[in-house]
């Protein structure tokens, strides 16, 4: 079974900060990990697919990168909106969700 | 608009049963495999369950394989999630969500899930 760590858990940030939150793998996924955002409240909402492709819709200032074990979600200045709890996911192992990160102020 | 209507969530007893159902629109349903995915108050997401777009895989967590039947009615654009046996650890929220391709991944986990409806809560106590 393929293991996934999502850190942080919390990360404390501002406005305008530069933020990266890391997902790693104990074996190779190739490109197969998906960013989810989940405001307070709310469904959650789909950022990045196949590591750093963006659905239509989604701002700019998110990207994802990676490939193999190792990758990130990174929001390149923190807005406002952006104070959220966001999740990875894979799909070869279950659980396929990580613990999510709560940005926080 | 892809829009995905959760219903049949309550309060029930632990050991009792319950169905939940999820009206699809807005997409062309037997285009898309479809997933339960389930947070408990104040935790993190936990998928329950997938089915892919002609039932011909379907998947479980651990913890609800063998309690919980998956199904769908691509004529009435439905997903269905049969609960028995209720434990007070399946109390959550669950939601109903839109795989982004027909087929799951391995054991049919989500590829990628791009909508999800509001979600229809679960809350198993006596």
């Known amino acids: 079974d393929i293991q996934m760590t999502q850190s942080p858990a919390s990360l404390p940030a501002s406005v305008g900060d530069r933020v990266t939150i890391t997902c790693r793998t104990s074996h190779s996924i190739n490109t197969y990990i998906n960013w989810y955002q989940q405001k307070p409240g709310k469904a959650p909402k789909l950022l990045v697919y196949s590591a750093s492709n963006l659905p239509s819709g989604v701002p700019s200032r998110f990207s994802g990168s990676g490939f193999g074990t190792d990758f990130n979600l990174t929001i390149s200045s923190l807005q406002r909106e952006d104070f959220a709890t966001y999740y990875c996911?894979?799909?070869?192992?279950?659980?396929?969700f990580g613990q999510g990160t709560k940005v926080e102020i | 608009e892809v829009q995905l209507v959760e219903s049949g969530g309550g309060l029930v007893q632990p050991g009792r049963s319950l169905r939940l159902s999820c009206a699809a629109s807005g997409f062309i349903f037997d285009n898309s495999a479809m997933h339960w995915v389930r947070q408990a108050p104040g935790k993190g997401l936990e998928w329950v369950s997938g089915i892919s777009w002609n039932s011909g895989s379907i998947g479980y967590a651990d913890s609800v394989r063998g309690r919980f039947t998956i199904s769908r009615d691509n004529a009435r654009n439905s997903l269905y999630l049969q609960m028995n046996s209720l434990r007070a650890e399946d109390t959550a929220l669950y939601y109903c969500a839109k795989n982004m391709s027909p087929y799951c991944g391995g054991d049919c986990r989500p590829n990628a899930v791009d909508h999800w409806g509001q979600g229809t809560l679960v809350t198993v106590s006596s």
């Open positions: 996911q894979q799909s070869y192992s279950t659980p396929p």
